[in-house]
Nanobody
Framework: QVQLVESGGGLVQAGGSLRLSCAASGSILSINAMGWRRQAPGKQRELVAAITNGGTTPYADSVKGRFTISRDNAKNTVYLQMNSLKPEDTAVYYC???????????????WGQGTQVTVSS
């Protein structure tokens, strides 16, 4: 089983920055992709950004040019640098990973508990 622990959320004024971190732990054999999704009140969870082993980094149109995703493979950690934050970025941000463990033959999804990001106007 893979555990994901997020950190870095909080309250920030519009135009400010935050950096989210998500560390994966457990009997990890391989991580194919990691990423972030977010869910605002009354809205569906949506993709923010992801990063794959092949280096692909899709972003939601609403965050392109403002958010940057990166990954430290040695630490099994993914980061989300969020700049020029807007009130509409307010949401719970969830980290996820597509990984294989020492006890499985296939990849499976894991999710973090979520971290709140609130941007005040």
């Amino acid at each position: 089983q893979v555990q994901l622990v997020e950190s870095g959320g909080g309250l920030v004024q519009a135009g400010g920055s935050l950096r989210l971190s998500c560390a994966a732990s457990g009997s990890i054999l391989s991580i194919n992709a990691m990423g972030w999704r977010r869910q605002a009140p009354g809205k569906q969870r949506e993709l923010v950004a992801a990063i794959t082993n092949g280096g692909t980094t899709p972003y939601a149109d609403s965050v392109k040019g403002r958010f940057t995703i990166s990954r430290d493979n040695a630490k099994n950690t993914v980061y989300l640098q969020m700049n020029s934050l807007k009130p509409e970025d307010t949401a719970v941000y969830y980290c996820y990973a597509l990984s294989k463990t020492n006890y499985s033959d296939s990849y499976s999804w894991s999710w973090g508990q979520g971290t709140q990001v609130t941007v005040s106007s």
